[in-house]
């Protein structure tokens, strides 16, 4: 093995969130100690971009099984991806277009993808492939960042909350009605800890989003509408966030247990934008005291047969 096969360099593009990887080739294997490296970025800050990797389906998917199993595209959607690549999930302007009726964009909120999962994706790996001229980018915030960011008292009050999450529309979204019906058939329902402790670095990461949470248990409805806005308001605090603007052959890989994205809102319908998503099978997490999330409804998240 030769230096320069192994001279990777990670260049932090925040404070606290995301570093932008050079000197791999993703048309390439990599080798273990690449993906030592790769991983070792990625935990510490939490999402990872590369540039200029003009890859295909098959490079994308080595890569993703380099760091674990590929889920299935989507618990919902299963009609929608390629037949041949069952794991890939297409993220095309056109989809939202058919998603919901109107301007065809709803305000989006920050998640983590498919925590109404009892398991949900340890990771996601986001490959652009047509990316517009201007408008598009994506935000990440650091979750471990923000419960640290809480004072003392907060962070023990958090740490023994549970919360539900719930897939469903987003608010005020007019879902068309073969959406809705799918949601229907295969509710996603889950009670995780709002604390999930990290399963690889043992880090406490603030474990709600307004994508999905819907209420915190045990407490009364406005408690919860409380303390979650005051959560939501820690997590998007911008000196916790990193912006990464597309560009054709950009990647992004991030730690979905460790982080929350925001899709942009400022698209049009005229211009193009096509971006295909793996994610990898995620464990079942565990709060602080030792409990771990539990099913209400729906089947895990698991990896693609
Ligand atoms: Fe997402």
Partial sequence: MTLAATAISVQPQSGWTGAEISGVDLTAPLNEEQVAEIRAAMLRWKVVFFRDQFIGHD??????????????????????????????????????????RGSGFDKPNWHADVTAAVNPPAASILRAEVIPPYGGDTQWANTVAAYEGLSAPLRRLADGLRAVHRFSPPDGATATDDYRRRIQDRPLLTEHPVVRVHPETGEKALYVNPGFTTHIVGISPHESRRLLGLFYDELARPEYTVRFKWEAGSIAFWDNRATVHLAPSDLTLDHDRRLYRVTLVGDVPVGPDGRASIALDGEPFEAAS
């Fill in 59 to 100: 490079d994308h998917l080595r890569f993703a099984r380099a760091f674990g199993a590929p889920t299935p595209a989507h618990p919902l959607f299963d009609a929608i991806p390629d037949p041949n690549y069952s794991t890939i999930y297409p993220i095309f302007r056109d989809r939202f277009k058919a998603r919901f």
